[in-house]
């Protein structure tokens, strides 16, 4: 006999479709939001990445230090890339670990503050972001408003997505399922904490999270206590981002960011502890829920920002006896350059474009602290940048070595062209390390025998010039990995840029002179090399756009491409 139907079977078979269909509205709403963020920060990245080196490397090591890394999150959207960027300049030594610590606690208050400006109901703006930003990207002749384009493109999906999120709940809020959740997250706060830890941790947004975790408040799928119990997770989460991204750099970043961790994480932890005992304690009855959670995000950051500018000190020390100074690795660089692929030209060609990241690679960690030494002097830091042409030296021996035997084969004419290709750019990184190593820490060593120092405004202007070039610099390594043909644009388009700076700067050191600025008179001669090494190691970068732009067709015959004839 069969088996007769319950009376129940056909609605928790309506209900299992409406939860699928929820999980796809919402897995899609959140994928569209993440793209979004990033998005903007692409955006923000192309179009002022110059002006957030300068912003971070500038902050102060107090309140200074840490309204300037909440401006840096603000404009990237983001704690952890803020959190990215100090660890490279603290790795270098520009930034030190006080300083850098305070620029992080900025950096999370100001994604909280992120979050505010995003869940702001002015979603009726949306087309016309849309119409603003599209136009703008695809018009607009300089590179900045392209960005700017892109930057607004980004907002609108913000708000699209959110509207999107709500719409996927409204028809789960009154289900059965979502009450179990709901009853089963209410009575477990320190689940719902794990939860949102790991979701902020899948979506590597902090900002996206909390987005989420709020929209869901205000829709009313989820009571206040939870969604708080969600987003100090989220805070969890976000902070440990950066920590897993640092694993491998140097000491003093990681423990700047395990720092950081240790404070945010642990202040999330004793929140969540009063949230679990006195729940009712922060249910504010005079606001609705969605506010009530943003409000405890910004307050729980504000409270974590001014109480770690005090307790910085003890969590670095702590967090140095986490992260001890690591021996050195014994044994030489395993080189990319195997011998054993010339059976195969792509994998040849491969390994051969490997090698030449990694001596970019060396160069870029070469030139970000050598400014530093112009300042303060450091025998071990000096050092350091000369081992490291010695590196580039032998790599870019090496890969020509490579070349030219792999050209003994019969290549095709696009395999030609690509063994040519890394010749030349491997020329070209060579001479920006020389411009490092021989000239730059040349200036710095002539500086401090003599005792000299740069004036405040010629400081300045030199300072701002290595922030350009670092940033260009960063930029050819990125297009070395994706080849983006909107990338290698924008490092052309640089160069032309950083020339007109260069003589901009000219012009101010010579205004100084006619002036008669004592510190001007006795380092004219040093401050003009550095300029001129620093615009060379520019164009020695920014020569890598240039076989990608020309395959695409996109070079005009002009000056940039008879540099690229002659480089080549």
């Given at each position: 006999?069969?088996?007769?139907?319950?009376?129940?079977?056909?609605?928790?078979?309506?209900?299992?479709?409406?939860?699928?269909?929820?999980?796809?509205?919402?897995?899609?709403?959140?994928?569209?939001?993440?793209?979004?963020?990033?998005?903007?920060?692409?955006?923000?990245?192309?179009?002022?990445?110059?002006?957030?080196?300068?912003?971070?490397?500038?902050?102060?090591?107090?309140?200074?230090?840490?309204?300037?890394?909440?401006?840096?999150?603000?404009?990237?959207?983001?704690?952890?890339?803020?959190?990215?960027?100090?660890?490279?300049?603290?790795?270098?030594?520009?930034?030190?670990?006080?300083?850098?610590?305070?620029?992080?606690?900025?950096?999370?208050?100001?994604?909280?503050?992120?979050?505010?400006?995003?869940?702001?109901?002015?979603?009726?703006?949306?087309?016309?972001?849309?119409?603003?930003?599209?136009?703008?990207?695809?018009?607009?002749?300089?590179?900045?408003?392209?960005?700017?384009?892109?930057?607004?493109?980004g907002l609108a999906l913000v708000f699209v997505s959110l509207d999107m999120i709500r719409a996927a709940s409204a028809p789960v809020a009154q289900s059965p399922f979502a009450a179990m959740a709901v009853s089963y997250l209410s009575r477990d706060l320190v689940s719902a904490f794990a939860i949102g830890a790991v979701l902020a941790w899948a979506m590597h947004s902090s900002v996206a999270a909390v987005l989420t975790f709020v929209t869901f408040a205000a829709e009313g799928l989820l009571p206040v206590a939870p969604a708080a119990a969600l987003v100090l997770g989220a805070n969890l989460g976000g902070a440990a981002i950066p920590v897993v991204l640092t694993l491998s750099g140097a000491e003093v970043a990681r423990r700047m960011v395990l720092a950081n961790l240790m404070l945010r994480g642990g202040g999330a932890l004793l929140v969540l502890a009063a949230l679990v005992f006195r729940p009712g304690a922060f249910d504010w009855t005079d606001l609705p829920p969605a506010a009530q959670v943003i409000a405890l995000h910004i307050l729980f950051n504000l409270a974590v920002a001014l109480a770690g500018l005090t307790l910085r000190r003890p969590a670095l020390a702590f967090a140095s006896r986490v992260v001890p100074n690591r021996a050195a690795l014994s044994g030489q660089?395993?080189?990319?350059?195997?011998?054993?692929?010339?059976?195969?030209?792509?994998?040849?060609?491969?390994?051969?474009?490997?090698?030449?990241?990694?001596?970019?690679?060396?160069?870029?960690?070469?030139?970000?602290?050598?400014?530093?030494?112009?300042?303060?002097?450091?025998?071990?830091?000096?050092?350091?940048?000369?081992?490291?042409?010695?590196?580039?030296?032998?790599?870019?021996?090496?890969?020509?070595?490579?070349?030219?035997?792999?050209?003994?084969?019969?290549?095709?004419?696009?395999?030609?062209?690509?063994?040519?290709?890394?010749?030349?750019?491997?020329?070209?990184?060579?001479?920006?390390?020389?411009?490092?190593?021989?000239?730059?820490?040349?200036?710095?060593?002539?500086?401090?025998?003599?005792?000299?120092?740069?004036?405040?405004?010629?400081?300045?202007?030199?300072?701002?010039?290595?922030?350009?070039?670092?940033?260009?610099?960063?930029?050819?390594?990125?297009?070395?990995?994706?080849?983006?043909?909107?990338?290698?644009?924008?490092?052309?388009?640089?160069k032309d840029r950083v020339r007109r700076s260069e003589q901009a700067f000219q012009e101010r050191h010579l205004e100084r002179l006619r002036q008669g600025n004592p510190a001007t008179l006795e380092t004219s001669n040093l401050h003009q090399e550095a300029l001129r090494a620093l615009k060379q190691i520019n164009t020695d970068f920014s020569l890598i756009a240039y076989p990608i732009v020309e395959a695409a067709g996109e070079l005009r015959a002009s000056r940039l491409a008879a540099a690229s004839a002659r480089a080549g």
């Open positions: 006999m069969a088996a007769s139907a319950g009376p129940d079977d056909g609605a928790i078979s309506a209900g299992s479709i409406a939860v699928i269909v929820f999980v796809l509205h919402l897995a899609g709403a959140v994928a569209l939001l993440i793209w979004a963020v990033r998005m903007i920060r692409t955006g923000v990245e192309r179009a002022f990445l110059t002006h957030l080196r300068s912003l971070v490397r500038r902050a102060g090591s107090g309140p200074a230090g840490m309204a300037g890394g909440a401006a840096a999150a603000i404009m990237l959207q983001s704690s952890t890339a803020v959190a990215v960027l100090a660890a490279a300049f603290a790795a270098s030594g520009v930034l030190a670990p006080m300083q850098g610590l305070a620029v992080l606690l900025g950096a999370d208050l100001g994604s909280a503050v992120v979050a505010l400006v995003l869940l702001s109901p002015i979603g009726a703006l949306v087309p016309l972001l849309l119409i603003v930003g599209v136009g703008l990207f695809q018009k607009a002749a300089r590179p900045e408003w392209r960005q700017a384009g892109r930057i607004l493109i660089r395993i080189s990319a350059l195997d011998p054993a692929a010339f059976d195969d030209t792509n994998q040849a060609l491969a390994c051969a474009t490997r090698e030449l990241l990694r001596m970019a690679e060396r160069i870029h960690g070469m030139l970000l602290p050598v400014m530093g030494l112009c300042r303060n002097w450091s025998p071990e830091t000096a050092a350091a940048i000369v081992d490291g042409e010695n590196d580039v030296d032998r790599m870019h021996f090496e890969i020509k070595l490579y070349v030219a035997r792999l050209q003994e084969a019969a290549l095709t004419s696009e395999q030609s062209r690509r063994a040519m290709d890394i010749a030349s750019i491997a020329n070209n990184l060579e001479d920006a390390g020389d411009q490092v190593s021989n000239h730059l820490v040349a200036i710095a060593r002539r500086m401090q025998a003599k005792g000299l120092s740069f004036s405040k405004d010629g400081w300045d202007d030199l300072e701002t010039f290595h922030d350009r070039v670092a940033s260009n610099a960063q930029l050819a390594l990125n297009l070395m990995l994706t080849s983006d043909v909107e990338t290698a644009r924008q490092l052309v388009e640089e």
